[in-house]
């Protein structure tokens, strides 16, 4: 009985320990989105069976046959390349190496943290949606002058209304220059999942120049056409007015001429 209660004891113990050391004892292992890792099992001069994988969300396929197309695939003796990395790779694996030695099958665990990083360039005013709020991801928090900032957490939500959450994305409504900066997203151990450099495009204002060069040009173009046309305009005004004047002069001169002479007229028949 005390012997029972003291193997149980021991587990728990046993369990528990692992749990909390898991953070420290893991290998940890980073790696930019869409880029490649390789978890490396080191077991030298051993027949290897078989490898298998366990990520957060359970067991991930693994291609045995070196070099093969698939996304997971098995290299050199016994380790493991993920290629085009996505958010969702972050967190623990578990790494189960079969393996045969002195004619007798062995199995090896060995466990890796994965950290995925990405750097993304955003236009002001354009929504960003970040796939980082896997059942995993336990907060969200920003860098800023007064150190890390929460941004999101499990129970509590956002603290931002700017910010919209859909699924397992964090969504930014419209970015601005005040959205940039660090992001990290933390397991319930405290890990560190993922890491976004989000950075304000600098292509927005390239193309605010360029269309300052387009108005530059415009007003240049016009420049251009009022000087080209104004001259002949001036001087078909001036010639216009020059005949209108001679003419008015003559129209208006001759009634005057006559006026005099009409009244009287009316008088002579009279
Ligand atoms: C990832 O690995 C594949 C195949 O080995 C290679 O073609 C590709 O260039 C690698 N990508 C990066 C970012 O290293
Ligand atoms: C990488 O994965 C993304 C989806 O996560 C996919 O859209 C893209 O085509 C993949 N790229 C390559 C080179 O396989
Ligand atoms: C956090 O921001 C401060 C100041 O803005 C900077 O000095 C520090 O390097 C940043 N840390 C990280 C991890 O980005
Ligand atoms: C947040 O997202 C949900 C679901 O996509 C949507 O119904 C809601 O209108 C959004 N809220 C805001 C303030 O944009
Ligand atoms: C993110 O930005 C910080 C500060 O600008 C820099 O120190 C860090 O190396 C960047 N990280 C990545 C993953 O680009």
């Known amino acids: 009985m005390f012997f029972s209660l003291l193997l149980l004891f021991g587990l728990i113990y046993h369990s528990h320990s692992g749990q909390y050391l898991s953070g420290n004892k893991n290998l940890p292992v980073t790696g930019k989105r869409e880029g490649n890792v390789t978890l490396q099992c080191e077991i030298d001069d051993k027949q290897i069976l078989r490898v298998e994988l366990f990520g957060e969300s359970g067991p991930i396929d693994v291609c045995q046959t070196e070099g093969c197309s698939e ?3 098995k290299t050199a003796a016994c ?18 190496v079969f393996y045969r030695n002195n004619q007798t099958n062995l199995a090896q665990n060995k466990i890796y943290q994965i950290h995925i990083y990405d750097e993304i360039t955003v236009k002001t005013g354009k929504p960003i949606k970040l ?13 800023s002058s007064e150190g890390w900032k929460k941004v999101w957490e499990r129970r509590h939500g956002l603290w931002s209304d700017r910010m919209n959450v859909s699924e397992e994305d964090l969504i930014i409504k419209a970015f601005t220059d005040n959205d940039a900066g ?4 933390l397991d319930y151990n405290g890990e560190t999942l993922i890491t976004v450099n989000l950075t304000e495009s600098s292509s927005e204002s390239t193309n605010k120049q360029d269309d300052e060069d387009k108005t530059g040009h415009a007003i240049s173009h016009w420049h251009r056409i009022v000087l080209g046309v104004c001259p002949g305009i001036l001087v078909m005004i001036v010639i216009a007015f020059l005949t209108w004047r001679y003419w008015c002069r003559d129209y208006t001169q ?17």
């Open 79 to 96: 380790d493991v390349l993920i290629k085009n990395l996505s958010f969702s790779d972050a967190g623990t694996h578990i790494l189960r």
């Open 182 to 185: 660090t992001y990290r997203v």
């Open 131 to 143: 796939h980082v709020l896997m059942s995993f991801a336990h907060k969200v928090e920003k860098n």
């Open 71 to 73: 996304r997971v695939s």
């Open 254 to 270: 001759a009634p005057a001429q006559e006026n005099p002479e009409s009244p009287e007229e009316p008088e002579d028949l009279l």
